[in-house]
């Protein structure tokens, strides 16, 4: 699984040694890495859905991994950034954080992931009790939002695949209103150690 | 190129209920589809070559004037990464997606506020004035630039032929468009024809190139065969592509971007590292080939020769 999830960045690598990234590498590199970072973001938010929808409780061991992969293509994604567009300078990125506001969202996106990569672990659920777990794993909600938010704000004038993004986003948070409104709680499955059930 | 095919298989292919009994095989048969619908198409590109073949001839020039010495941009990076919006949006497309994309017979009409309208095929446009290599800096708005070898005559050559009223005071240029050839261009956001415009004295100027190829041969379709203009001091999309219509005319031309944004998109669209576009900034660029961003030049280095074209002109307000 890990593997597979490493395919996409395995990829860039390959196409990064052997000059076979386009005539805009360094575009190709931000692109890609962007599109991954949303495609993790949405698969992570597709679990709880599946698992409730075709009683698989067992993709749950798959959320994690897919979460700290969208974290990884996002600070990739960021490096692409930092890197071509800023020459490593901060002061410039700061410069952009302030004044474009699809940077603003995109770098906020970002942060947004790093408490819930920092609290990943079996470890951090204990620590931080599953109630205060899951409240904070919410954020993942607003860095999809902001994220797809980003893209769309970026490009010039063919919204489509911002759409695309924006309307899987959509349907995995609506699926949660909806069933926190309909189900209500107390139909989870009990939850064991290092697994937080409920979504 | 390879990695940037847009994703039209859903994340949604839902696999039937029965399958759900087997677990195991059902597991990873979602770990694969999830990954593979959002990149099998990139992964199946991978095996297919990319080399497109376009069809070119060669042209006699000589050399012209205005010609940079910096580093001319491969042939096949201009060649392969385009804004060709008529033949889709992802820069690799309209190589792909231009290859039979008919361009002879071919005819320009030349019309508006003259005295003696005509219309010119491409064999009267090619023996209208000798053919020069101009060597021209080319900024797209995206922030990304280029150096390219084009072959034309300045635009100057062609209006000069014609006698204007006193009325006429823009040029507005219109793009072949057909909805049979450019099927992909309904998706793209702006509307067709591509229409651009200049001013007469910008017109006029001799830095203003009436194109007809690049890198010694005809024009490629990808790069806007078999006729274009290139405006060198402007961001690229003023360069308009295919033209079938050139306009002497009395009120400012619209011009396609700026009727799609025009906050964003002014009718001068003059390369300013000043003014930036409301979304990202103009100070800097990065010339394809290079891995870290370079200054923006002001009118993209060519401030000597046009500057003066705008003296007294508030330039953010006029961007």
């Given at each position: 699984m890990f593997l597979v999830c490493a395919i996409p960045f395995a990829r860039l690598c390959i196409g990064l040694v052997r000059s076979d990234l386009g005539s805009n590498p360094v575009e190709t590199l931000q692109h890609t890495t962007g599109d991954w970072t949303l495609n993790f973001l949405v698969f992570t938010l597709a679990v709880t859905p599946l698992r409730k929808i075709f009683k698989l409780p067992d993709l749950i061991r798959f959320r994690r991994m897919l979460g700290l992969f969208a974290f990884f293509y996002g600070f990739m994604h960021f490096l692409t950034y930092l890197g071509p567009d800023q020459n490593f300078q901060f002061s410039g990125m700061w410069d952009d954080v302030a004044k474009r506001k699809f940077i603003t969202v995109g770098f906020l996106a970002l942060v947004l992931m790093v408490p819930l990569a920092a609290t990943s672990t079996a470890g951090m659920i204990r620590r931080l009790g599953g109630k205060r777990w899951q409240a904070l794993h919410r954020l993942v909600y607003a860095s999809a939002i902001l994220g797809v938010i980003h893209y769309y704000w970026l490009?010039?004038?063919?919204v489509r695949k911002p759409l695309f993004y924006g309307f899987w986003v959509v349907i995995f948070l609506l699926w949660r209103v909806w069933d926190a409104y309909f189900r209500g709680k107390g139909n989870s499955a009990p939850a064991r150690p290092g697994v937080s059930a409920a979504d | 190129m390879l990695l940037k095919r847009k994703a039209d298989l859903t994340h949604a292919d839902v696999t039937p209920k029965d399958v759900y009994t087997n677990r195991r095989k059902f597991l990873r048969d979602m770990g694969i589809a999830g990954v593979t619908a959002f990149a099998g198409e990139r992964i199946l590109s991978l095996a297919t070559p990319s080399l497109t073949a376009y069809a070119t001839s060669k042209l006699n020039f000589v050399k012209g004037q205005f010609n940079t010495d910096e580093k001319q941009t491969p042939i096949n990076d201009v060649t392969h990464y385009n804004n060709f919006y008529e033949f889709g949006t992802d820069k690799s497309d309209p190589a792909k997606n231009a290859q039979n994309f008919r361009t002879s017979p071919w005819t320009v009409s030349v019309e508006g506020e003259i005295k003696s309208p005509r219309k010119f095929s491409m064999d009267e446009l090619l023996a209208l004035a000798p053919l020069e290599e101009r060597i021209y800096r080319h900024r797209c708005v995206e922030r990304w630039s280029i150096v390219v070898p084009w072959i034309g005559y300045s635009l100057s050559a062609i209006l000069k032929k014609f006698e204007p009223t006193p009325k006429a005071k823009y040029i507005a240029f219109q793009s072949y468009y057909d909805r049979d050839q450019m099927p992909q261009a309904k998706y793209t956001g702006l509307d067709y024809p591509y229409v651009e415009g200049l001013r007469m004295d910008e017109a006029m100027h001799p830095l203003t190139l009436l194109c007809f190829g690049m890198y010694g041969e005809t024009l490629p379709n990808q790069d806007g065969a078999p006729v274009r203009i290139v405006v060198p001091w402007k961001y690229g999309y003023k360069s308009i592509k295919s033209i079938v219509k050139i306009k002497f005319q009395e009120h400012e031309p619209p011009t396609t971007w700026n009727l799609l944004a025009p906050n964003e998109y002014g009718f001068y669209s003059n390369v300013n590292p000043g003014v930036d576009h409301p979304r990202w900034s103009q100070s800097t660029e990065h010339r394809l080939g290079e891995i870290f961003p370079r200054k923006t030049l002001m009118f993209n280095g060519y401030n000597d020769l046009v500057a003066s074209m705008y003296n007294g002109m508030d330039l953010k307000k006029f961007h």
């Open positions: 490009v010039k004038s063919d | -």
